[in-house]
C-alpha cells in the first residue's frame, strides 16, 4: 500500500518506482486542478520531489498537455519536446498524463499503473471551479485581448530561470535575486549561478480587492474576492513578493514560513505565464 | 582679450593672460558663478479644478494655461515663454508622442521648445526642476512648467492597466501589485516596525478632507469624520477607500522668470530658493527599507541644503499623500518627525493648519484635491505660490507662511522632487 505525500500543494503516492500525482481538489467525484493550477503545475512539482528524493535525472518524455519550456525552465529537465537535438537513449522517464488531474511519472511507459486512492483530498466548490475553468478558458483563447501589463514573451523567458526556479547571483559575498545587470558601482554582475534555498519568511501581506488588483487578473480576481500577495526575505538575504498559492484557503501573518511552488500567474496573447506562489509551512 | 586654439586667454598683444588649463577652471567657475547669481521666481500659477472633466486634454491645458497668465501681475504675454516643459504619463495612451507641442499649440506658445516630461506622478515636480534648471542655466529667462492628465475616460479594465504601468512590471504586477498594494505592504511592515496603527491613518485622511473641503479646486470636497474614514471599504488591506487618493482628471501650469526681468511681471513673486530630487530601485522588494523612501530623503536633503533651511523652518508643505501611509512616511523622511514617528506626528494632530508648526497639505493634498498624475507636481506649486501670496480663500490660509514646499513622488518611490519655495531670496 502506498503513503500519500503532501507536496508544493498535490497529493503524491511512490508505488514500485513510479510516482503518481493527484490534484486534491474534487468536483464531482474526480480529481479536478484548483485554481492555479495545471498539468505542467503539477508535472513539475513531481519532478522537484523526485530530485528532492535522490532521483536525479536530465531528460523527459512530456505529454503534448505540459509545457516543456516551462518544465525545463523550473527544473532544468529537458525533453525531446522542447529540444529535438536531445540524446534519445538518455531519456528514461516517462510523464504520463492521466484521467482528471492526475499524472504519473515512471521509468516505464508501457504499464498499467495501480495506485491507493490518495487521502487528503478536499471538495471544491461548485461555483469556485465552474467559473475559474471559465475564466482561464476565456484568458487563454486567442481571442482574448488582454489589458494586463505587457511582459512580452522574451522578456518572460530572459527571466525565466530566476521567476520559475530562483536562480541567483553570488556576487562579492552577495547573493542576488531577481537578477541584475550592474551592481551599483557599475560593476557588470556575473550570470545565475546558484539558486535560492526553497525558503523564506513573511515581511508583509496585503489583499488587494477585484477592484484594485491588476487588470491581467481581472476575469479571477472577483471570483476569487481579490488576490493575495506576500513581501518575503528568502534565507539567504534577497527579498521577493508573490501571489499566493490556491490563495483561498490561507490568511497570511508577518513571521510566517513560506515555500514555493510553480503555478499559473495569467495569459496573454495565448501563453501562460507561470511563475513562483508562496505557499506556507504550516508546521 | 582672445582665446587661443590650445584654450589659452590672450591679451592684446598676444602674451598669455592664462594658460588652457586656468582658463578651463576659470570657465568652471563663470557657470558656477552664474548659476549661484540668477534667481528664479514664479510669477504666475493656475489650475483647472481637479475631478471629473468634460473637456479633453487641450481643453483642460488651455484652462490651466489660461489661469496662469491671468495670475500675472502685469504685462504677461505667452509668446515671451523661451521653453516649456510639461508632465504627463499620457494616461490612456491617447496621446502618448508629441504631448506637449500638442499642448502648447492650443496655449498661445505655438513654436515654443517644449517636451513631455515622464516620471510617473512625479512628472511635472521633474517638470518643474528642467524648468528651474533652464533658467539657472542661462539659457531661458522665462520658462513654463506645466502637468496634466485625463484619467476619467477609461474603461475600468483599462484605467486598472495604466494605474500599473509605473511600478515594476516584471515582477511586483505579476505578483498581483498596483500601488494600493505596495502601499499596503509598506503600511503593514510600518505598523509592525514602529507601533503605528491604522488609527494614524484615519487622521491624516480626516485632517486632508477638512483641508480639501475649503478648496474650491478639489476633487473630493467633503469632511469625513474618524469612524467613517476608519471604516472604508477595503481596497489594499489594510488600506481602506479612504486611505487611497481619487483618480482625477486636471491640469496645472507654473511660469517662472529669471530674476533680471521679474520685476517686469509682478512686484510680489514666489522665489523657487531651491530644487532637490533623488531616485530609489524601482521594485519595493529590491530596498533594504520598505518603510522609508530613499529618494525623498536625498531630495529633501538636497533641497533644504541648497536653501539653507531645515525642517522645522517650513511652515507648509504640499506631500504627496497618494495614499495616507505615503504622508506618514513622508513625515519622516522630509524630517518633521523622528524616523518612525510619523504615526504619533499625525495622532497628535500636527499638521493641521494653523494648529502645528507646520501644515502638512493645506490644499487637501492629494487625498482629497486630488491626484491628476501629471498634473499634481506643478498643481502643488500653484498651491504654494497661492498661500505664499496670501491668495487662497481666507479660510484656507496658512497665517504668516514664509515658506513653502513641494513633495511630488514617482509611483512607489523611485523618482522624488523637492522644491523649497520662499517669500524672500536665498540669503
Known sequence: ?283 | MVVAGNGAFLDSTGATVCSSVESDRLNQMLVLLRRDMVDVAVIGAGQTKYGNHQLGLKGMWAEAAEKAFASVDKNFDPRQVDEAFIGSVAFGGGQLGNTAALLTEHSGMEGVAVRRVENACASSGFALRDAWMAIKSGQADIVVAGGIEKMNDLSPERKRFWLGVSGDTEWERLAGLTFPGTYALMARRHFHEHQSSHDDLVHISVKNHMHGFENEQAHLRKQVSFEKAASGFMVADPLTLYDCCPTSDGASCVILAADHIVRQFTDDPVWVRSSGAGSDRLALHDRPSITQLVATQKASKSAYSAAGITARDVDLAEVHDCFTIAEMIATEDLGFAESGQGGLFARNGEGIRNEGSVCLNPSGGLKSKGHPLGATGTGQAVEVFKQLRGSVESERQVRDAEIGITHNVGGSGATCAVHVFGRDRNE
Open chain 1, 1 to 283: 500500500m502506498s503513503e500519500t505525500t503532501e507536496w508544493k500543494g498535490y497529493l503524491l503516492s511512490l508505488s514500485k518506482g513510479s510516482l503518481l500525482l493527484q490534484s486534491p481538489y474534487i468536483h464531482d467525484g474526480s480529481p479536478v486542478y484548483g485554481p492555479d493550477s495545471d498539468s505542467t503545475t503539477m508535472a513539475v512539482a513531481g519532478i522537484q520531489f523526485l530530485h528532492a528524493q535522490g532521483q536525479k535525472f536530465t531528460a523527459i518524455r512530456l505529454p503534448l498537455s505540459v509545457d516543456a519550456q516551462v518544465v525545463y525552465m523550473s527544473t532544468s529537465v529537458d525533453s525531446p519536446q522542447r529540444n529535438e537535438e536531445l540524446d534519445e537513449d538518455n531519456v528514461d522517464w516517462h510523464l504520463i498524463d492521466g484521467e482528471e488531474a492526475t499524472l504519473v511519472l515512471s521509468q516505464s511507459d508501457d504499464e498499467q499503473y495501480e495506485f491507493d486512492e490518495p487521502s487528503g483530498t478536499e471538495l471544491i466548490d461548485d461555483d469556485l471551479f465552474k467559473d475559474m475553468n471559465a475564466a482561464w478558458e476565456h484568458e487563454c483563447s486567442p481571442q482574448h485581448v488582454s489589458q494586463g501589463a505587457y511582459v512580452s514573451q522574451s522578456q518572460y523567458y530572459e527571466g525565466g530561470a530566476a521567476r520559475l526556479s530562483l536562480a541567483s547571483q553570488n556576487f562579492a559575498g552577495k547573493t542576488i535575486w531577481p537578477p541584475r545587470q550592474m551592481d551599483a558601482s557599475g560593476t557588470r554582475l556575473p550570470p545565475e549561478d546558484a539558486f535560492l534555498a526553497d525558503a523564506a519568511t513573511v515581511e508583509s501581506w496585503t489583499k488587494l480587492s477585484a477592484a484594485g488588483a491588476p487588470s491581467e487578473f481581472s476575469l479571477r480576481a472577483p471570483i476569487l474576492g481579490g488576490v493575495q500577495t506576500v513581501l518575503v526575505k528568502f534565507e539567504e538575504g534577497p527579498r521577493g513578493v508573490f501571489l499566493v498559492c490556491d490563495d483561498v484557503n490561507y490568511s497570511p501573518r508577518i513571521g510566517d514560513k513560506v515555500h514555493f511552488g510553480v503555478r499559473r500567474i495569467y495569459a496573454q496573447e495565448g501563453l501562460i505565464r507561470y511563475g513562483l506562489k508562496a505557499i506556507p509551512r504550516l508546521n
